[in-house]
């Protein structure tokens, strides 16, 4: 289950992926699968080549991109979240979400 971001951060992560960016989306999350977690990023791009490259770069296999609704993701929890987020200069994104 999803939280804590507006319309505008969502609307803004879909067009960023859609025109072939590496986008990102951070936002509160709970899934029993996972309780230590309590956020999710979502690293997203429409250009699969480009999400499985970008993803490479972190270690991360294309076996674990998500391929839901109309934008294939990377889900980013716990230290892999924060290596990327860090490593992309975005830590200001997760930050309201680590307290």
């Not at 992926?17 to 690293?43: C, E, M, N």
């Not at 490259?53 to 991109?65: N, Q, S, V």
Request: charged fraction near 30%; hydrophobic fraction near 35%.
């Amino acid at each position: 289950m999803a939280f804590g971001i507006s319309r505008e951060e969502l609307a803004a992560w879909k067009r960023d992926a859609s025109d072939g960016q590496i986008a990102f989306l951070t936002h509160f999350w709970h899934d029993s699968r996972f309780p230590q977690y309590r956020s999710v990023t979502k690293a997203a791009c429409c250009d699969i080549q480009k999400l499985i490259l970008w993803g490479k770069e972190y270690g991360l296999p294309k076996e674990y991109i998500h391929h839901r609704e109309d934008y294939p993701h990377f889900d980013l929890m716990g230290k892999k979240q924060l290596e990327v987020m860090k490593k992309e200069n975005r830590l200001h994104e997760i930050s309201r979400f680590l307290k």
